[in-house]
């Protein structure tokens, strides 16, 4: 495929899109799941209708339900047309639909996986010939030890491989040699720090590191991908994004969302395991790592994993003073009524599991000795806004306190990574008049109307990468241990906690009075969102 050229915007002058995949053969587990059904599948055809996707590609939907390549194809235009706006369009779903093929079987059953390596191959060999396999791990957790072991016995993974073990089917190629073979792992990504590890230790025995993706939808994000392009394509930021110039850091995950049919998984994870130990630390790390010597993947993760490794831990008393968790009753919504956590479907009457959590932490760095950063991530709030916001501290002289404005607000710059993606600088600014009186103006930046494109959605950026053997956007072992590694400690201490250490909150709030407090003892408050 050659070069895409992006319609006239003088914004965009002489920008194109040249990354451009080998074609390769795709296999999704779980292909008649929900994750597949809201995301990858539309991500896809999106990325087929743009020319993304090179000649040759195909997708294989490896699920239980016993159809055929034809009961496939009609269940994925189905989906794209509940799911995608703007419908789909006749010429490029005909050159989508002949991509798509349909492997029936048991995620625990070998044969399965054989039957998979055969028709891999013959997909291969009539369309793409370059023998490059991407395997997307879209199925329950607890299937995924069973996918794993199921490919590497089938010789898909490409790997070192277990030497006790006899492979069958076609044997995986180094890259250049036949071909690439690489797998995508959704999070969650294990329970635990020891069920993550046990996963890793899985995942080792049939694949190298180089070949495993574990995905976070949120790294995918173009705000989240731009936090390091604002901090150090421009001369102005990177100087004062430290302890010297920085008061604090808040970042926000908010859902107007409850648990929904969610109930029994959520059951097992709470907020905790849900949302903070991936998503938020993550953004966490990109605000808080040290400049990568290059734009190499290698090199930015490792930034991000020693930014996860200088988290302050957690545990004890400092558990019951920094952290808050909360977990929504009845409320309301957009003005609509809405049910409590305990009274949704699949939730135990009497459950303490958190759909919220807020807590204060710091990073133990030379950078950012000293400068708190207050994290929230809630169901139930009255909004869906995801943010991340730096807060400069206040000029030494305060010139202009005794106007009618009174004290001037300090400067603060806000990434908004959904549901508008774009970027805020609060400034003061004097009011017109014969008197100094000081008042916050922002200077806004939007993705959508700058740039006159949709951006794209965070599964088309991380599928393109995981074609393109771009591991930056995704998480290394190391990262997910030192994750787990902070949370663990949280939530240990949460288990040895009687039930008053869970605080309620209404549905349709920002959350517990003790999510307030934790900040206000430090004489800030939460940004209104």
């Given at each position: 495929?050659g070069?895409?050229?992006?319609?006239?915007?003088?914004f965009?002058?002489?920008?194109?899109?040249?990354r451009?995949?080998?074609?390769?053969?795709?296999?999704?587990?779980?292909?008649t799941?929900?994750?597949?059904?809201?995301?990858?599948?539309?991500s896809?055809?999106v990325?087929?209708?743009?020319?993304?996707?090179?000649?040759?590609?195909?997708?294989?939907?490896f699920?239980?339900?016993p159809w055929?390549?034809?009961?496939f194809?009609?269940y994925?235009?189905?989906?794209?047309?509940?799911?995608?706006q703007?419908g789909v369009?006749?010429?490029?779903?005909?050159?989508?639909?002949?991509?798509?093929?349909?492997?029936p079987?048991?995620f625990?059953?070998?044969?399965?996986?054989v039957?998979?390596?055969s028709?891999t191959a013959?997909?291969?060999?009539?369309?793409a010939?370059?023998g490059?396999r991407?395997?997307?791990?879209?199925?329950?957790?607890?299937?995924?030890?069973?996918?794993?072991?199921?490919?590497g016995?089938?010789?898909?993974?490409?790997?070192?491989?277990?030497?006790?073990v006899?492979?069958?089917?076609?044997?995986g190629a180094?890259?250049?040699r036949?071909?690439?073979?690489?797998?995508?792992?959704?999070?969650?990504?294990?329970?635990?720090?020891s069920?993550?590890?046990?996963?890793?230790?899985?995942?080792?025995?049939?694949?190298?590191?180089?070949?495993i993706?574990?995905?976070?939808?949120?790294?995918?994000?173009?705000?989240v991908?731009?936090?390091?392009?604002?901090?150090?394509?421009?001369?102005?930021?990177?100087?004062?994004w430290?302890?010297?110039?920085?008061?604090?850091?808040?970042?926000?995950?908010?859902?107007?969302?409850g648990?929904?049919?969610?109930?029994?998984y959520?059951?097992?994870?709470?907020?905790?395991?849900?949302?903070?130990?991936?998503?938020?630390?993550?953004?966490?790390?990109?605000?808080?790592?040290e400049?990568?010597?290059?734009?190499?993947?290698?090199?930015?993760?490792?930034?991000?994993?020693k930014?996860?490794r200088?988290?302050?831990?957690?545990?004890?008393?400092?558990?019951d003073g920094?952290v808050?968790?909360?977990?929504?009753?009845p409320?309301?919504?957009g003005?609509?009524?809405?049910?409590?956590?305990r009274e949704?479907?699949?939730?135990?009457?009497?459950?303490?599991?958190?759909?919220?959590?807020?807590?204060?932490?710091?990073v133990?760095?030379?950078?950012?000795?000293?400068?708190?950063?207050?994290?929230?991530a809630?169901?139930?709030?009255?909004?869906?806004?995801?943010?991340?916001?730096?807060q400069?501290?206040?000029?030494?002289?305060?010139?202009?306190?005794e106007?009618a404005?009174?004290?001037?607000?300090?400067?603060?710059?806000?990434?908004?990574i959904?549901?508008?993606?774009?970027?805020t600088l609060?400034?003061?600014s004097k009011?017109?008049?014969?008197?100094?009186?000081?008042h916050p103006?922002?200077?806004?930046?939007?993705y959508?109307?700058?740039?006159?494109?949709?951006?794209?959605?965070?599964?088309?950026?991380?599928?393109?990468?995981?074609?393109?053997?771009?591991?930056?956007?995704f998480?290394?072992e190391?990262?997910?241990?030192?994750?787990?590694?902070f949370?663990?400690r949280?939530?240990?201490?949460?288990?040895e906690?009687?039930?008053?250490?869970?605080?309620?909150?209404?549905?349709?709030?920002w959350?517990?009075?003790?999510?307030?407090?934790?900040?206000?003892?430090?004489?800030r408050?939460?940004?209104r969102?």
């Open positions: 495929m070069v895409v050229t992006l319609p006239e915007n003088p965009r002058e002489g920008l194109e899109l040249r451009s995949p080998e074609a390769s053969t795709m296999v999704i587990f779980g292909a799941g929900d994750l597949s059904r809201r995301k990858l599948l539309p896809l055809y990325m087929h209708r743009q020319g993304v996707l090179p000649a040759g590609f195909s997708l294989i939907g699920a239980r339900r055929d390549d034809g009961e194809r009609a994925v235009r189905e989906s794209l047309e509940e799911g995608l703007e369009e006749p010429a490029a779903w005909s050159g989508f639909e002949e991509a798509l093929f349909f492997t079987g048991e625990d059953e070998p044969e399965a996986y039957g998979l390596a028709l013959e997909i291969d060999g009539r369309r010939g370059t490059n991407l395997f997307y791990l879209a199925a329950p957790p607890s299937s995924y030890p069973a996918i794993i072991d199921g490919l016995r089938a010789g898909l993974g490409g790997g070192e491989g277990r030497p006790d006899e492979t069958v089917g076609v044997t180094e890259p250049g036949g071909g690439w073979a690489r797998v995508v792992v959704e999070k969650p990504f294990g329970h635990d720090r069920s993550a590890a046990r996963l890793n230790g899985q995942l080792k025995e049939w694949f190298r590191e180089e070949q993706f574990r995905i976070d939808h949120y790294l995918g994000k173009e705000t991908q731009n936090i390091l392009v604002f901090r150090l394509a421009n001369g102005i930021f990177e100087p004062v430290n302890r010297e110039w920085v008061d604090h850091v808040q970042i926000t995950v908010a859902e107007d969302l648990v929904g049919g969610r109930g029994p959520f059951e097992e994870t709470g907020n905790m395991r849900d949302m903070v130990q991936n998503h938020v630390l993550q953004l966490l790390a990109l605000v808080a790592m400049p990568p010597a290059s734009f190499e993947p290698d090199a930015v993760r490792d930034e991000r994993a930014a996860l200088a988290l302050r831990p957690l545990s004890g008393a400092q558990v920094d808050i968790r909360g977990q929504y009753s409320g309301y919504v003005g609509e009524p809405v049910l409590g956590y949704e479907s699949g939730v135990a009457s009497e459950s303490d599991v958190e759909t919220f959590v807020a807590m204060r932490v710091f133990d760095s030379w950078r950012w000795a000293g400068v708190p950063f207050y994290v929230r809630g169901k139930r709030m009255p909004r869906r806004a995801t943010e991340i916001a730096i400069f501290k206040q000029p030494p002289l305060l010139l202009f306190g106007g404005g009174g004290e001037p607000e300090p400067n603060v710059l806000a990434l908004h959904q549901p508008d993606e774009g970027i609060k400034v003061g009011l017109p008049g014969p008197s100094i009186d000081v103006v922002h200077m806004d930046f939007r959508g109307t700058s740039f006159g494109r949709r951006s794209p959605e965070a599964y088309e950026r991380l599928l393109l990468d995981s074609l393109l053997g771009d591991s930056t956007l998480s290394r190391d990262s997910v241990d030192a994750g787990w590694s949370v663990d949280i939530r240990a201490r949460w288990e906690s009687d039930r008053s250490s869970l605080h309620v909150y209404e549905a349709g709030s959350g517990p009075q003790a999510a307030a407090d934790l900040v206000r003892r430090d004489g408050r939460w940004r969102l």
